[in-house]
Structure formats: structure tokens, C-alpha cells
């Protein structure tokens, strides 16, 4: 009698590897953030392989391939009979971009922004095609957050930075928000807790505009459009670049006066 064999498709098995290794990389990214904002300390337990499964809706199988990889790059650790644990943080950018004491100055915050340009530019044209549901909600929230908080006459620092954050996550690669983080409270100028917070940098209008341009990137993300969500945040971007010049001109021709006086 002859054994009867399944036979596999080569193609279908390499868009199931494909896909489980997407969803690994998301697990991935989810838990060095988690470790990074210290949700997850040093030395605490992870949930088991089963609960970890459940909260973010996968096989058990792509919860062991995100915690080797894990492991790998010396964040966890099996112990047997105990779990794995967590045993260090993510290393999160060089000591250079870490430094407090960068000048709290106009010029420096265009620094930062060329900076932003670099990684965002790219970090939105990835968002567009590599994102999943639960990473377009992020966005969409951080959005709504920033616009609530901007009529109720809010700060909207933290909003703002969660939206370029939220985009950064859905690239899942954990670099882009690993820089995002690395440079803190500068990547958001609009932000009250900034050096380089001004009464014209934290009105509704400039904040409104800005809400505006986030709407652009945000549709283009969305709606998969690499090229556009890549092309929307470089208009973010050079807008902001230019609304510090133009900060910058003022002063000078504010100086210029005076001295004519």
C-alpha cells in the first residue's frame, strides 16, 4: 500500500516564514520599547511563552523566535525553571547624542531637525508599506491626542513626539525609535519642556499648521503611499526649518533696529 505524502509548495512556505518573521519583529519591537521606557525593568520576569502569545494574538512559536532574538542581542535570558528574565536595557543611541549640555539655541534646534530629516524622511516611507492594524491606530491616536489636546489650549509636546514616534514604531525596526527616544525632549520644539520653547512656537496657529502637515503624513502612511509619506515629511520637516529661520531673521532685523535708533 502506498503512503500518501502532502506535498508542499515551496511558495507558500516562504510567504508563512515571511510572515511569522514579520510578527516576531513586531513582538521584537513592542518589548525593547517596553524595556527602553522601563515598563519592564531590569531583572523582572517576562509573562510566560503562553500569555505572551495570548496579549499579542500569535503562536506560540513567533513569541520564541522574538525572545531568541532577544536573547541575542543580550536583552534576556532562560533561566531554567524560573522564565526568562529581562537583563539589561537597550543600548539606545552613541554618547554623542545623549549629551545635556547641547547649546538651548535656535541654531542648534535647525541642527537637530536636519537630524530628524535624515531619519524620519525614510522612517515614514517604511511606516507606509511595512505597518500593521494595530500600528495605524497608534498614529491615528497620537493625531487625535495632539488635536484634543490643542483646543483645549494644552501642551501638545508629548502628543506631537508620540506621533513621530508611533511612525517610527511602524517601521518595525527598532533603530528608528531607539534615535527618536535618544534625542528626548529636543526632537519636539513645540514642546513646553523644550530649550528651544517660544511664545510664537507654542501658539495655536503655528501649532495648528503643524497639526495640518501631520495630517498630510499621516493620510499618505495610511493610505501606503511610500513616496508621498516620504515627500509629506520632508514638507514637515523644511516647514519647521523654516519657521526657525525665519525666527532667526526677526532677531536680527529686531537687533538691526535698535542699533539704527
Known amino acids: 500500500m502506498k503512503t500518501l505524502v502532502a506535498s508542499v509548495n515551496p511558495a507558500v512556505s516562504e510567504l508563512k516564514t515571511a510572515h511569522r518573521q514579520k510578527l516576531s519583529e513586531r513582538i521584537i519591537v513592542s518589548l525593547r520599547q517596553q524595556f ?6 531590569v531583572g523582572q520576569r517576562l509573562p510566560t511563552e503562553s500569555q505572551l502569545a495570548e496579549t499579542f494574538g500569535v503562536s506560540r512559536t513567533v513569541i520564541r523566535e522574538a525572545i531568541a532574538a532577544l536573547a541575542a542581542d543580550g536583552l534576556v535570558e532562560s533561566r531554567q525553571g524560573a522564565g526568562i528574565f529581562v537583563t539589561e536595557s537597550p543600548v ?16 542648534s534646534a535647525l541642527n537637530v531637525l536636519e537630524v530628524r530629516m535624515a531619519i524620519e524622511m525614510e522612517s515614514a516611507a517604511l511606516a507606509a508599506v511595512r505597518k500593521n492594524s494595530s500600528q495605524e491606530a497608534e498614529i491615528q491616536e497620537a493625531f487625535f491626542e495632539f488635536d484634543r489636546l490643542l483646543n483645549l489650549g494644552e501642551p501638545t509636546g508629548k ?12 517601521t518595525n525596526n527598532p533603530v528608528y525609535v531607539e534615535l527618536l527616544d535618544a534625542l528626548g525632549a529636543r526632537t519636539i520644539p513645540c514642546d513646553v519642556t523644550s530649550p ?5 512656537v507654542l501658539s ?3 501649532q495648528a499648521g503643524l497639526q495640518k502637515e501631520h495630517l498630510a503624513i499621516m493620510n499618505a502612511i495610511l493610505s501606503g503611499d511610500a513616496d508621498l509619506a516620504r515627500s509629506a515629511m520632508r514638507e514637515h520637516l523644511s516647514a519647521s526649518q523654516e519657521r526657525y529661520r525665519a525666527r532667526l531673521r526677526e532677531r536680527r532685523a529686531l537687533y538691526e533696529q535698535r542699533g539704527a535708533s
Not at 36 to 41: E, T, Y
Open 36 to 41: 527602553l521606557s522601563g515598563q519592564v525593568a
Open 92 to 107: 539606545i543611541a552613541p554618547q554623542s547624542m545623549l549629551r545635556s549640555d547641547i547649546p538651548n539655541n535656535l541654531s
Open 159 to 170: 502628543a506631537d513626539f508620540a506621533f513621530h514616534r508611533s511612525i517610527a514604531g511602524a
Open 196 to 200: 528651544w520653547a517660544t511664545e510664537d
Open 204 to 206: 495655536y496657529n503655528y
